[in-house]
């Protein structure tokens, strides 16, 4: 199966992952033009993208996903032959106290969009057409000691967050199940990287270590997650939408398995070496806290399918990509800075005028 995207609307492009997608899919694409669909909540951040400011293959617009006139209008416009959609509301500990938005972005917003682009889909505006649901390992719930999440794992959702996603994977499903819509949907691991907010534990460590502040660490710190780095992620996804037929499933993993409190040692210890600090000094930040409500306890990704059928798998080892990452977070202190002081949310109403809380 081969499909070649030429216009793609990337939803929550000014996120984490999504920022890194666009960066490389349009390095990637000379051919092809993207428009980035961002409504700039707390997550959203346009400097992310500066680099791409006058690319005329890129276009910001600021607008939610939950706007049905608007997604109709720039699907016909920019006739888009592929939605690639990130856009949600993404921590969990978020969904614990406040989990209507979840609901509101992740699956009301979610149908708003597939059924935008089933319109579009049906009324022969393109030749031909793709919808990317970008998804999480969550939506499979929590694994024991042993064993890996599989495309056939029934979906068993723990936290509201996961809920959310899980529920607008089922609605892709349906698109595809009654229309006949050429849907995908990926499910990956937790990310680490450029650009990644600091709520997140990795940069959150980086971030907390650099200015001697106390270290989180969950419950007994043994949960595990399995982390890949986002421009494996970013990779990932651009095979999918080429080469994966309509309606498939894949995970998206690092085969990386990690322990929390390992990941919270590694960070300080490779910390302790660029910051100067003694050997051992920056574990002395460690702090256990009380756990995550519902916390679960292991995610592991078998990706093999993914590799088997399109060819894809990682290029960067953990050890070079948690190496990159902290040196990145070091030489862009000022990203940081502003993230962290709230500044960043100044920056839409100084390039695009107003509008940003
Ligand atoms: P993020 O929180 O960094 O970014 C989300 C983006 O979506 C922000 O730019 C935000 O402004 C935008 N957004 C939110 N609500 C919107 C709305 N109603 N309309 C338009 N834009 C809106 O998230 P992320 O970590 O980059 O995750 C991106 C996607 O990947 C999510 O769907 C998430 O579930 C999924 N995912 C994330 C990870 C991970 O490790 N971070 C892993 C697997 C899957
Ligand atoms: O698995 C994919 C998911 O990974 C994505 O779908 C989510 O959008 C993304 O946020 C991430 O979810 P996690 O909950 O796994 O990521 P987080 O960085 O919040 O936490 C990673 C682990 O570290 C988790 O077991 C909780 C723990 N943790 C987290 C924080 C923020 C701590 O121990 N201390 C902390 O301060």
Redesign the pocket.
């Known amino acids: 199966m081969k499909f070649t995207p030429t216009s793609l609307l990337v939803?929550?492009?000014?996120?984490?992952?999504?920022s890194n997608f666009i960066h490389s899919f349009i390095a990637n694409n000379p051919e092809s033009s993207v428009t980035n669909?961002?409504?700039?909540?707390y997550?959203?951040n346009l400097k992310n993208l500066t680099a791409l400011e006058g690319n005329p293959r890129y276009c910001f617009v600021k607008?939610?996903?939950?706007d049905a006139p608007l997604v109709a209008q720039l699907l016909a416009d920019k006739k888009i032959d592929a939605v690639v959609h990130?856009?949600?509301?993404?921590?969990v500990d978020r969904s614990i106290t406040g989990p209507e938005i979840f609901v509101r972005?992740n699956v009301l917003?979610t149908q708003v969009l597939l059924e935008e682009s089933r319109k579009h889909w049906q009324s022969g505006a393109v030749a031909d057409f793709r919808y990317l649901q970008?998804?999480?390992?969550e939506v499979y719930g929590s694994l024991g000691d042993t064993g890996y999440f599989t495309e056939e794992t029934p979906l068993a959702a723990n936290s509201p967050y996961s809920a959310s996603?899980a529920g607008a994977d089922l609605l892709v499903r349906a698109y595809h199940e009654t229309f006949g819509m050429p849907t995908l949907n990926t499910r990956?691991?937790?990310?680490y990287g450029p650009y990644h907010?600091p709520e997140?534990l990795i940069p959150l460590l980086i971030h907390n270590i650099i200015n001697k502040k106390p270290l989180p660490v969950y419950g007994d710190g043994l949960n595990v997650r399995d982390w890949l780095h986002v421009r494996d992620h970013a990779m990932a996804i651009e095979t999918v939408l080429k080469k994966a037929a309509p309606g498939s499933v894949y995970n998206i993993g690092g085969n990386n398995e990690w322990k929390n409190i390992d990941i919270v040692n590694l960070v300080c210890d490779l910390l302790d070496q660029r910051l100067g600090r003694a050997d051992g000094e920056n574990r002395t930040l460690i702090t256990f806290v009380k756990d995550r409500l519902g916390h679960d306890r292991r995610y592991a990704i078998d990706a093999s399918r993914l590799q088997a059928d399109l060819g894809w798998s990682p290029a960067y080892t953990f050890e070079q990509g948690i190496a990159e990452t902290i040196d990145w977070y070091l030489a862009n202190q000022e990203w940081v800075s502003e993230v962290t002081s709230g500044s960043y949310r100044e920056y839409y109403n100084q390039q695009y005028g107003g509008g940003v809380a």
């Open positions: 939803t929550g492009g000014a996120g984490f992952i999504g669909l961002d409504c700039l909540t997550a959203g607008g939610d996903i939950g990130f856009a949600a509301e993404s921590h972005t917003g970008i998804s999480t390992d996603k990956c691991s937790n990310n907010f997140k």
